[in-house]
């Protein structure tokens, strides 16, 4: 198909959403991109361009001239604009900003100018805003005026803000409240006074959490004093929420950003430097077992049982680890309950650590017919299983605490505190008993 | 504050939200929550209830007559009513249906016999759907008149569906669109008949990529017949996205539903299972390490360095796995892909690898003094590395195309993986060497 008939791609591509199209981009591959680009160039609509991976998006922006990218940009609402140009290097970004509307641009510097994953640069600008005392008949007619001109409205929204002279907001008008009510009625009667502020510094991961708790459809975005200056809806922090939920399981891997369409270079890097800090911590645990080299070439059985012991402590601290962070990041966990929440992962840690112990002392015991061996290997499993239980749950908390992100770096910490204390409690033991 | 006056509590709950009241009662201890729950009963909203973490609100329920429960459930929307009512044990759900009107019991039955999970057990049943050839102006009469009745309307909505006499959607309108249009204009020439439509036997898992890819608000259930039967709004979907996006990093780990709020017996069984299961396979491991005791014994440094070579393996792998795994939840990776996908973790891994591989092995060669053994576990450490990253997409995208959720069982084959072929190569090479 990609060699040749570009009328055919064409015809292929055209009923597709623009969503759709933008997939198709991230499927094919790099090198066919331009291609295709050409054969479709008409249905390069800015929407299929602000669906666009950010990794594929910056390659593809960065083949176009600026005033391509600023014409791009202008179709767009504020935060798909700034989405596209916050990625460019900087001497770039100026020229498409050059290339723009006083206006657009205006609008894009500003959110430029609040820090990255905050409101006020994911926020949008067009929203309508009303002053109180007016009616529901007075709104519709002058949405109805508004509608004349195409730049005057958002092209969707789903509240009405009403706000007070100091144009701060007083209260929120969902749309449906307003289709059922008669003309005469005053929107101060309509609209809720309850309303959920989200202040322009706020963080996307706290925006997605007040989204997600309250039920939000779209929330007004308010400045230091309390005006109101942008919207966020919720189709954008759809994306947000997905992000934040989804990229604990990358962190706690070590395998950074996760994109499959990020550079290989930049993979290499964020998953090597991982790589070696786990090197530091592996060969902290390996020196624990050099401590004990007598006694594994007396008893080389030790060699074989010990990693069963460090495996299972890991592989439970990573559950407990998992928990705990998920637990955090949705404010399930709070200074309330961690004294609560600790008791509970030492119950299970106990818990699971005892049934691991008979399965594992038991059958050890009957296979080498050498109960001693039993019982330490089965003891050292319990010590570990609680050791896993303990750092899978202290350490993120602590690192949450401390303000560091529990899910980037917290894994380190307890697969080194299993590692250690699986080899050290069962060759340890192992020596104590005199059983090498 | 717990221990007495009930009137202080009262006041302090009162201005809550009801998201905020459910919180509390997620994060006050097991014990005291009849207490809190006799002193703000009449804070116990319907809404309150459907907010509550379901292993909390089942917890409450219990403690509930049938009759009490039922008027709760008829408070709320078929969906939320439906999500109170399909966790009851069979005996307590007829009661509580017995109870109620026989229309919403009608709705929540219908629910019922949908699988859980599907659209059809999460859709709202509650939705506007007007007839074509309808104007602006008669549509907003409508709603005004059906506003008087209070069960005609949904709460909130925000999209009207046009369906022609077959009940079958034909376009759809959002508010927005409605009320900046003049009185005369139809809806026909208002709605968007490109819409997606969303069958009832859709997994939830489906709805929510739709709902991020096209960024939906609101979108019509049909059933098989193309009739509309209900609604999915974005609100409920939110719930479902981050739910979906954020068991991923609990999946891959064997910590089951990760809800710190699931009674303690349950959580130690599910994790248990997977630890019994991980157990089995290090046992596989042990084995081949028990299969070079011989050697070990002439030459204990070996057991003292062969965790570093199964250990970084299995951080290699894990990480290759948490990015395959995304990828596949988002539809990133598909089976146009898979090949360009497999042939960048291996580059990635080989790229690692041999960093890893010259660090460890120079760093072995320079403490130990022993030039062979740094050249055998920097070869070791290579072929795991590519065994991990080959592991690591392979059994997931494998998985996946048997219909088996990667998430849930992939990690056991990586690690499995990654354990042997580190024991293997290392210790095997070692022999082969001469170097035990």
Redesign the interface.
Known sequence: LEDGDKSEVYDLVEPL?P?DVA?LF????REDRSALAEAVSDLLSSEVISEL?DYVREDMIDALPAYAVAEIAEQLETDDAVQLIEDLDPRDQAAVLAEMEPEDRAAIESALSYPEETAGRLMQREFVAVPEHITVGD??DF??D??SDPDA??T???EIFVVDPAHRPVGTC???W?????RHIGLTDVMKR?QTLIPVTADQEEVALM???????SAAVVDEAGRLVGQMT??D???I???E??E???L????GD????EP?LL??RA??T???I??GT??L???V??MF??A???F?????????V???GG??G??????T???L??????S??TW??IG?EL??AS??GV??AI??GGGTALVFGNPLLGAVIGTAMIINNLTAGMAGIAVPVTLERLRVDPAVSSAVFV?TAT?VMG?FSFLGLAVLTGLA
Chains 1, 2 share one sequence.
Not at 252 to 255: D, F, K, Q, V
């Open positions: 959403h969503a997939d991230e499927l094919v591959g991976n709104l519709i949405l109805r508004e509608a409205l958002p969707d929204f789903f969902q749309l449906s307003i289709l059922r009510t008669p309850d989204f997600q708790k309250y039920g939000l459809i919720v189709d922090v759809v994306h929420i997905s992000e939920a989804g604990d399981a990358l706690l891997s070590g395998a996760g994109d499959i369409n290989i993979t290499v998953r090597l991982w790589l070696v786990n090197l592996a060969m645990a390996a020196s077992v050099g080299q007598d594994i070439a007396k080389a059985l030790l060699a074989v049982l010990m990693p069963i460090s495996g299972m592989n439970a990573t559950q407990t680890l998992a928990v962070v998920r637990a990041a949705t404010n399930q966990l709070t309330t309950n609560r929440a509970r119950t299970i818990a699971n049934a691991l399965l594992i697969t590692d080899f």
